[in-house]
């Protein structure tokens, strides 16, 4: 068991190197002009999301990069409740682990 959770937090960290963008969420991190979105931040989002989210859920939230009211909007409505969920698990991930 703790060979399988070293495992996963040794592909966690390789995630967050400098790589260049691979994903819908490392995308839209770095096209988002935000201060700090570079490279290497933008590949660690990336790899908390590939822990945390599916392919179609990471293009939901990129979107949220470029229009962060879409995040309330989605927040709020009835049925993203399941998504929105994961969607705050990735964000804690992301926070804890690319700072």
Known sequence: MYAKLGLVALLTLAA?????????ISRACEASGRPGANAALCSCVQGAADATLSGSEQRRA?????????????????????????????AERAEAICR
């Open 62 to 90: 990129a979107k949220f990069f470029k229009d962060p009211q879409k995040a309330q909007d989605t927040r709020q409505q009835d049925g993203s409740g399941a998504f929105w969920s994961r969607y705050k698990a990735f």
């Open 16 to 24: 967050c190197g400098g790589g260049r963008p691979s994903g819908a």
